[in-house]
């Protein structure tokens, strides 16, 4: 019996002004937004699908994917029915709708794919009053560029109209192929839903000693590990790969079940919102504790009794054992990235080692090219981001796979790690001070009078008495990277202060979302001496917070009483 085919029609729509993505081709918004305005989502699939030439679009694969968060579902909806309508010939989806964004990235890259969309809202909370995310994904597996970003806000400004096949229906539970003859199109539009894992597990088996991983976790000197999904999209992975494939008991992962509010939390890898890894570590029965973001691609690791290890702090220690990876025995290491608020402790083991350090803005786009060009092997954010040039976007399940490999060939515990690593490279005393929720103007206009207070001539080598300390000005700036690929020059990234002895402070706004703001302090002091690397960081950076709030004025214009999140 032949099959009727699907129409596509054409919706007239009108233009919404607030749909600029916020880098990497992505859009966070509140649900309510996404959920209750007329054609808000089907306008920005609609500008993001038109930003695709034409040609290029025609026919081409492109990847699907969700952290599982509130409004999924019914978003891959709408994004399979306007694919099939303008032109995708084929969509790859995981199971259930679940991908973590490392896995999106792996299989753009494997399959050679056009691009593909991820909906997620990452660290950000879920359910009806949570966020919502689109985000875009290009040929590299990587962020969008900001020329792509760019292209879509326009197209989204002039978008009159929008082409969709409403009656188009995907089974997302039933792996294999699906087809659909669509009114008008010579080839049937194809879905093929895989299973989440399994094509990612097949890329970190050709990147690390799994035998070597195994036998920490189930050999004679075991160590026990603690690993938090925090009811993101990890669940599955760490299940399957740290669990059925690597040993790990059952009862290593909690949290491992994907649930639409995160269970009501922030899925936030971070001190404030992993309390329960936290306590759970600090009872000393666990040697390695490890919590993952909504979306996979950030991470938080934790040794025996609670002991913090901070971002900047595991990218410098994962840099200095890449030799523990086969992959980089292999490939070699070209050089390091880090964002420009990320600590200089990379830079350390980056001289040591002889190759390049690239300080590049925030956001992991930046990264792509650098290792598309072949500049770098390995990249990270202080916001508990780190990466290799195995992918284009960052991976949180990789870093903690390193992370046990490296315990299992150092055979110490995480906290004499750390503490080696501070004894050979020095502490780099760090802490992020987080604003959230600002009123945007108030924000803006905090960072527009710090910009002409610190730029002005009679800021320079001004000196800052507080307590027994004096902090001498160096130099200041405002951020600005000139990509060494494409010569592309990206201006106002952040307020830095580097003082004589080195430490810094930096303010950065940022831009994840238009309805609030979040302004970020940034404060980091280098101590060589390993008698004085007990100290507690805020103890030791109380001084360097003291002068950013007196030139920031930040408590006295928000009406704060102190930040909403320090990391």
Known sequence: MERTPIPVLTVQTAPYEDQRPTGGGGLRRPTALFEGQRNYLPNFVQSLLSSVDLRDRQGCTMVVGSDGRYFSKTAIEIVVQMAAANGIGRLVIGQNGILSTPAVSCIIRKIKAAGGIILTASHSPGGPGGEFGVKFEVSNGGPAPDIVSEKIYQISKTLEEYAICPDLRVDLSRLGRQEFDLENKFKPFRVEIVDSVEIYLNLLRSIFDFNAIRNLLTGPNQIKIRIDAMNGVMGPYVRRILCDELGAPANSAVNCIPLEDFGGQPPDPNLTYATALLEAMKGGEYGFGAAFDADGDRYMILGQNGFFVNASDSLAIIAAHLSCIPYFCQTGVRGFGRSMPTSTALDKVAKVMKVPVYETPAGWRY????????????????????????????????AVLVWLSILAARKQSVEEIVRDHWAKFGRHYYCRFDYE??????????????????????????QFAVGNNIYSVERTDSFEYIDPVDGTVTKRQGLRIIFSDASRLIFRMSASSHV????????????????????????????????????????????????????
């Open 367 to 398: 990264f792509s090219n650098l290792m598309d060009s072949g500049r770098c092997s390995l990249c990270g954010e202080e916001s508990f981001g780190t990466g290799s040039d195995h992918l284009r976007e960052k991976d949180g399940l990789w």
């Open 437 to 462: 929720a600002l009123e945007p103007r108030t924000a803006y206009f905090i960072m527009r009078d710090l910009e002409a207070l610190i730029t002005d001539k009679s800021f320079s080598h001004q």
């Open 516 to 567: 609030r703001a979040t302004l970020r302090i940034y404060a980091e002091s280098y101590e060589k001496d390993p008698s004085q690397h007990n100290k507690e960081p805020q103890a030791v950076l109380s001084p360097l917070i003291a002068i950013a709030l007196k030139i920031s004025q930040i408590h006295e214009r928000t009406g704060r009483k102190g930040p909403t999140v320090i990391t």
